[in-house]
């Protein structure tokens, strides 16, 4: 009953900006948008997260519509090391399936 | 900083035996959380812990599986009897405070496989 939609594979070539979607049309007003990663074998890796205004780190940036209902993940220059499921959840706890992220030499 | 400690890594048992998971979350860490996931799916949270207490324990079957986590720092996930189906990898996740809106750092999870 995960509460997130994205879609299931994205493809990216190397050196250009990923940009993962992510529906969550059903979070309430103080749920906060999280955003993790999986390289296989390991555990999941925070990424970034954020309520209502963007947000940007070392690692990627995080844009959330203005009504919520939807937030866009930007990893700036793609690396072959960025190849990994990334999830989308809100709120905490509720992971989905996630976007299997291919970055294409 | 260390990070979330799970061991053992790997763990093979046969169906209807029991089997015991350890965590050692990251130090000041007050909320810990134990998630199940099987191949080609998200983590599912079983529990999670605030200090030595329970916050959330909704998805845990509880006919055979059991957590503690007596001191509010180490914890153990255990299974007793196991079946074919609990075969998945079993993360432990810990975080500052369960309602602080604080990431979770996951350890590199327990992978179990039933015979």
């Known amino acids: 009953d995960a509460k997130t939609t994205q879609p299931p594979s994205m493809d990216c070539a190397e050196g250009r900006a990923a940009n993962l979607p992510c529906n969550h049309s059903?979070?309430?007003?103080?749920?906060?948008v999280y955003w993790y990663r999986q390289i296989h074998s390991q555990g999941p890796q925070y990424i970034i997260h954020?309520?209502?205004n963007n947000e940007t780190n070392e690692m990627a940036s995080l844009i959330i519509t203005e009504d919520r209902k939807s937030s866009t993940l930007i990893l700036p220059h793609a690396t072959l090391r960025d190849t990994a499921v990334y999830y989308c959840i809100a709120p905490n706890l509720f992971f989905g399936t996630g976007t299997r992220l291919t970055v294409i030499p | 900083e260390a990070g979330v400690a799970q061991s053992p890594r790997y763990k093979i048992i046969e169906k209807r035996q029991s089997v015991a998971f350890w965590c050692n979350p990251i130090s000041g860490h007050a909320t810990l959380y134990w998630y199940q996931q099987i191949l080609g799916q998200g983590p599912k949270l079983l529990i999670q812990?605030?200090?030595?207490?329970?916050?959330?324990d909704s998805q845990l079957p509880k006919d055979r599986f059991s957590a503690e986590r007596l001191k509010g720092v180490d914890s153990t996930l255990k299974i007793q009897p196991a079946k074919l189906e609990d075969s998945a990898v079993y993360l432990c996740?810990?975080?500052?405070?369960?309602?602080?809106?604080?990431?979770?750092?996951f350890g590199d999870g327990t992978r179990l496989s039933i015979l």
């Open positions: 812990f605030q200090n030595n207490g329970v916050v959330d």
């Open positions: 059903t979070i309430s007003g103080n749920e906060y």
């Open positions: 954020g309520l209502k």
């Open positions: 996740a810990s975080s500052l405070e369960w309602d602080s809106n604080q990431p979770q750092h």
